[in-house]
């Protein structure tokens, strides 16, 4: 499968001159997280955007994100998390990273205490 690498790096050039962004945990961001490897995840579109969830700040410049499929798919590490963008989403939590907040383009919303809790809690039990 040809991956539009070229493509990303044009759009990553840019990321990287842009200024890092305020965010807080529990907010649902449209992220640029680009073309990956094999399975993991990428983000679609010409921006290479996906819905990711802030787990965890480090600072102004970096947090850990968990990014989000709207994929219905029964899997231990896919944990519903409601309507994102108007679509039924989980948090899939075999693809946690940690980015730069430049990455970070649009807030989407605010994810409900009681489910975030339910994701950390499984984010938890995978180590």
């Known amino acids: 499968m040809d991956k539009p690498f070229d493509l990303w790096n044009?759009?990553?050039?840019?990321?990287?001159?842009?200024?890092?962004?305020?965010?807080?945990?529990?907010?649902?961001?449209?992220?640029r997280l680009g073309v990956n490897i094999g399975t993991e995840q990428d983000g679609r579109g010409e921006k290479f955007?996906?819905?990711?969830?802030?787990?965890?700040?480090?600072g102004p410049d970096a947090c850990m994100v968990v990014p989000l499929t709207t994929s219905m798919r029964e899997?231990?590490?896919?944990v519903p998390v409601g309507?994102?963008?108007?679509?039924?989403?989980?948090?899939?939590?075999?693809?946690?990273?940690?980015?730069?907040?430049?990455?970070?383009?649009?807030?989407?919303g605010f994810l409900e205490k009681a489910i975030f809790n339910?994701?950390?809690?499984?984010?938890k039990a995978m180590l």
């Open 10 to 31: 044009e759009v990553k050039k840019q990321t990287h001159a842009e200024a890092p962004r305020l965010y807080t945990v529990r907010e649902v961001w449209w992220c």
């Open 118 to 123: 339910d994701v950390r809690k499984a984010a």
């Open 75 to 78: 899997h231990p590490l896919r």
């Open 49 to 58: 955007l996906r819905p990711v969830l802030i787990l965890r700040g480090f």
């Open 83 to 108: 309507l994102i963008d108007g679509r039924e989403a989980r948090a899939n939590l075999s693809q946690i990273r940690i980015v730069d907040t430049r990455r970070l383009v649009e807030k989407i």
